[in-house]
């Protein structure tokens, strides 16, 4: 059985994406650390590419819940075709960023701990990229329950995280064994901070989904990216 996650470990991850805050697009964008060569940067790009084609095919609209936002790398698309996003994201560093990039009245920022934060109305649709493997598997219920919560009837649904892939993240770091919810992170500084991140099963995840009143579809990429599309149920 896997350990469950400490408070302390939470509070740490929260520490590690504020300071991480200014060097985050280098993941995304393949930079630094993260640079894998342009063979390697080509495909994750790629795959990107049909991750960014999955959500603009959902025709996203109305008022749209962004849980863990970030610099606003999903949200600048977002944008696009919402009438209003509420970023929800613990880190004020990153949502700094993020409000700069987008530049929108029509998004407006809540600066809250998502183990227990509360939706106090309903969206239209709930968008999470890059949070569920940060989420304790003893937590995860709870998370997609406050998920369900925040949706209407109907309402759409969209994540993406990563899969278990090397290559995926920094040239110095090293992914968790498959009995363990922790895994250490650097920054470019050296500093090491212990997070936690898991990597779930499609399977495994649309029958979490389910249980929480959400329809979703989960497919994996060839090699970087698990996603999911789809809606609150009706009754």
Not at 27 to 32: E, L, M, N, P, V
Not at 167 to 181: I, K, R, S
Not at 204 to 219: E, H, S
Request: proline letters at 3%; charged letters at 25%.
């Amino acid at each position: 059985m896997i350990d469950p996650v400490s408070s302390k470990t939470l509070n740490d991850m929260m520490d590690y994406y504020r300071a991480r805050a200014n060097e985050y697009d280098q993941w995304f964008y393949r930079r630094g650390r993260y640079d894998r060569g342009s063979e390697g940067n080509a495909r994750w790009f790629a795959e990107a590419d049909e991750v960014f084609a999955a959500l603009d095919a959902l025709e996203i609209e109305g008022d749209v819940l962004e849980l863990a936002a970030g610099t606003g790398i999903w949200t600048e698309r977002l944008v696009r075709t919402a009438r209003s996003i509420t970023v929800v994201d613990a880190s004020p560093e990153m949502m700094a960023i993020n409000r700069a990039r987008v530049a929108s009245e029509r998004v407006s920022y809540v600066q809250a701990d998502l183990f227990t934060w509360q939706p106090t109305h309903t969206y239209d649709a709930v968008c999470f990229c890059f949070w569920i493997s940060h989420v304790p598997t003893e937590r995860l219920d709870a998370f997609l329950n406050t998920v369900a919560t925040a949706l209407r009837p109907g309402g759409k649904i969209f994540f993406v995280d990563g899969r278990r892939e090397p290559t995926g993240t920094a040239v110095d770091h090293q992914l968790p064994e498959a009995d363990t919810q922790l895994m250490t992170r650097k920054l470019n500084d050296g500093r090491e901070f212990e997070i936690v991140k898991n990597f779930y099963e499609p399977n495994t995840l649309a029958a979490r989904f389910v249980a929480a009143g959400l329809d979703v579809t989960v497919r994996e990429t060839q090699s970087y990216f698990i996603y999911g599309y789809g809606a609150r149920f009706y009754g």
